[in-house]
Every structure is written in structure tokens, then in C-alpha cells.
């Protein structure tokens, strides 16, 4: 009997020697690099750093960011809700895009009532974006240049009311004496291109305003209004505040796509991207001409239907952009 229990003895001390060995064998030493000692804490999906994978290509180091939103008219909450989907403000509207760069391609104001308040939300961005090294670019959009020369047939009675009245109102938008108007004065320009590879504007630019130049353009615009004079040719017709000949593919789809090179080729960028023209009835960013040229007013505010899209460019290490639209159901390609 005494030898049958000595060899099962044994024989358990043998297996609790080689499993102590395998067990020790797995745990990772001291001099191991931090990512293989302990797991990376995950960022929480409602993080502004979390960005949900859309492809591999989409894992590689990026540059810079750069989001885009279209028209507000004068609606608070969407404004909000399209600022936070494009993760570049918190939960208390304060800016979270760290370097981020957001374009707001114009018309803030006019068929709603929160003018004031949208407004002063993106002066309050543009100061803690620029403290954050990142940026808020404004473009005019034809509301912006309406109102700052009295065209206010779309001027809501809340809007009225919400300025003290008609006369009040009437001061603030005068751009050497009223606080909004010196506001827009200062900080919007009728078209930016952005680090060379993408031309925004309100309406869509024709070639022959491209020719100009960007910095042209710019001049002519803020001339135009300091001089009161919005009946330049600037903010006609064919100008970049009005033109829709690019989103009513006007002679054909072959025919805008050629013009549209033409503005790319002028101006040394490889897309346009406008607002100005609602694609309320899908509430999608459209894109045509390979991605040459985009319309990123989807109907933003309730007034037009309540869509929430924003352009999302993101530029790559190599000089390339990746180009996305995010809506609320998830980050698409285009």
C-alpha cells in the first residue's frame, strides 16, 4: 500500500510544478513595454476623441481635421445638435475640437429666432478654438448680405423681438456702429480655401469669379459692404453668395462637372464644397463630379426639414484628403 501512495504523491507534485511554470511563463515582466502590461482604456463612445472606424484605410495618422456644416437659419437646438455630431462642442457648448478646423459655409440668419444667439455661439467658438490652436471659419451667405443691407423680407417676428424691436435690430447689423454687424465685418469673408485642397462658399463658385482669385474675391466683397453698395457685382446673380448653376447641374451633369474643374483648376484645389441650395429631401450631402463638388446644406434647421450632416475632411500625412459625411446613423464615405 505504502508504494501505490508515494507514486500518486509524486505525481502530483510533478503537475503542480509544471503548471506554476506555464502560469509564470505568461505574465509579462517588468522591463515589458506599457502596451503589453496592461490594456489601453477604452475612449467611451460619447467622448468628442471617440471617432467610430469607418475603414482601414480610415486608422491612418492624420494631420489635421477639418468639419463643415451648412445653413443654420436661425435655429438654436439644431445648430447645437449638428455642432455636437461633428464633436467640436461639449455638452455646455463650449468648443471640444481641440485643432479641429469648423466651416460654417453662411446663412445663420433669417426663417427662425435664434439669430442672437447663434451668432454669438460662434464668436464664442472662435475665441476658445484659436486658444485650443484650432479654428471657426464664416463665410457670407446671401441672408448675411440681405440683412446687412436691409432686405429683411425673411426676418421672423421672434427675431424682431429678440433684438428689442425693429429700430434695435437695424443698429446691431450696421457693420461700422452695430455690435453684429461689426461682428460679421470682422471675421467673415465670402469665400476660404482651406490649406490649398478645398474651396468653401455659399453659393456655388463659377469659373469666372474663380479667375480672380480667392483674396480678390475677399477684397471686393468686404469693399462692397463697407461702401453699402449690395447692388455690386459680386452679389449677383452668378456671384458666390447666389449661384446655384453647379446644384441644378444647369446644361447637364458632363457640363457642370467641366466647369467645375475649371474652378478647381483656377484656384489649385481638388473639391468645392457650397451651401445655399437645400437637398431637403434626402437630407444627404450630394456629391457629383467624383467628389469635385459637394452641396452641404441638407436642411439643417427645422424650418427645412431638421437633417443634421457634416462634411468631415480629414487630411492625410501623404498630402491626400479622406472625405466623409457624418449624419446620425453613422460616417459614410463620399
Known sequence: ??????????????????RQGSSSSSVPSRSSSSSSSSPRRKTPPDSPAYQKPFSSSDQTTHANRVVAVGDLHSDLPQTLAVLRLAKVI?????????????????DIVDRGPDTI?????????????????????????????????????YVTEEDYASFGGRE????????????????????????HVQNGH???????????????????LNHLAREAIWTSN???????????????????LEGGEEETCRRVNEVKTALGVNRLISGHTPQYQTGKILSICDGGYMVIDVGISRYYGGHLAVLEILENDDGTQSV???????????
Not at 461639449?90 to 453662411?106: E, F, I, P, Y
Not at 434695435?168 to 469665400?191: C, E, H, P, S
Not at 466623409?324 to 463620399?334: Q, T
Open 1 to 18: 500500500m505504502l508504494r501505490p501512495l508515494l507514486f500518486v504523491a509524486l505525481l502530483c507534485v510533478l503537475v503542480m510544478y509544471y
Open 90 to 106: 461639449d455638452n455646455d457648448a463650449n468648443w471640444s475640437g481641440g485643432r479641429d478646423t469648423l466651416v460654417q459655409t453662411g
Open 117 to 153: 444667439a447663434i451668432y454669438n455661439l460662434f464668436d464664442k467658438l472662435r475665441s476658445q478654438a484659436k486658444e485650443a490652436g484650432g479654428q471657426v471659419v464664416n463665410v457670407y451667405g446671401n441672408h448675411e448680405v440681405m440683412n446687412l443691407g436691409g432686405d429683411l423680407r
Open 168 to 191: 434695435k435690430r437695424k443698429q446691431a447689423w450696421n457693420v461700422k456702429t452695430g455690435w453684429l454687424g461689426k461682428m460679421i465685418y470682422d471675421n467673415f469673408n465670402i469665400t
Open 198 to 216: 478645398t474651396v468653401f462658399s455659399h453659393g456655388d463658385m463659377e469659373p469666372e469669379w474663380a479667375r480672380l482669385g480667392v483674396d480678390t
Open 230 to 248: 449690395y447692388y455690386a457685382p459680386i452679389f449677383q446673380g452668378s456671384g458666390p453668395i447666389w449661384s446655384r448653376s453647379h446644384a441644378m
Open 324 to 334: 466623409y459625411a457624418l449624419y446620425p446613423g453613422g460616417k459614410r464615405l463620399v
